[in-house]
């Protein structure tokens, strides 16, 4: 197993435009977690998903934003008509039950 | 809602020396974890540990869960151990909502 792969690594995107991430997670990992973390904080949740249901959504998920995952394998993050203030690193992690988590390596996203 | 607490915020150690990393939070959980984020962004889960101690190799760390903080313990550090480490928490009743603490950015000199 090659851990949590996360595709593209950096993303550059002008204002206005739609951009999305994949998440392939550990393949026996039925728990699924989208994070964003920007320089100097902490990673903040996003949302989760159990198997194919999407169980919990932070309030920082506007509409702009919705995650996917379909038969509970890969997941996407999509952002729509992106702003400056989305410029992060999106991180995507996946746990079997709610133990260890395994991040990937991050989507940096970057709005001009 | 919950608030966590690290500390200190910023350590620099001479290499061999140990150190102990603090995490406060401020209401129960049922789940806490310690990470490391490597100088290249990639964060490495250390411990599961929402209760009791744990031990790998030259890390260790302790979670008081009835008085709320957990302790991160890095004996005989090396260049290698510098980064972030962050400690997460679930709040009761919460599954995925992991939420991170500042972290404590750890510098260790050769």
């Known amino acids: 197993d090659t851990g949590v792969s996360q595709d593209p690594r950096h993303k550059i995107t002008k204002r206005g435009q739609n951009v999305t991430f994949r998440c392939d997670p550990i393949s026996e990992h039925n728990r699924l977690y989208w994070y964003r973390q920007t320089l100097g904080q902490g990673p903040e949740f996003l949302t989760y998903f159990q198997n194919e249901a999407q169980l919990e959504k932070s309030r920082l998920l506007s509409d702009r934003f919705s995650a996917e995952r379909p038969k509970g394998s890969f997941s996407t993050l999509e952002i729509q008509r992106t702003e400056q203030g989305d410029s992060a690193m999106y991180l995507c992690?996946?746990?079997?039950?709610?133990?260890?988590?395994?991040f990937g390596s991050g989507t940096r996203l970057t709005v001009v | 809602g919950i608030q966590v607490e690290q500390s200190p915020p910023d350590l620099i150690l001479q290499e061999g020396a140990n150190s102990t990393l603090r995490c406060n939070f401020s209401d129960s959980v049922n789940n806490l974890q310690w990470f490391h984020q490597n100088p290249w962004g990639q964060l490495i889960n250390l411990f599961y540990?929402?209760?009791g101690t744990k031990q790998n190799g030259r890390l260790s760390a302790t979670t008081v869960a009835t008085e709320r903080y957990s302790l991160l313990y890095i004996s005989s550090s090396q260049t290698t151990d510098s980064g972030v480490y962050f400690c997460a928490v679930a709040p009761g009743g919460s599954q995925g909502n992991l939420i991170f603490g500042k972290g404590t950015k750890l510098s260790v000199k050769p």
């Open positions: 992690a996946s746990s079997l039950g709610d133990r260890g988590y395994t």
């Open positions: 540990i929402p209760s």
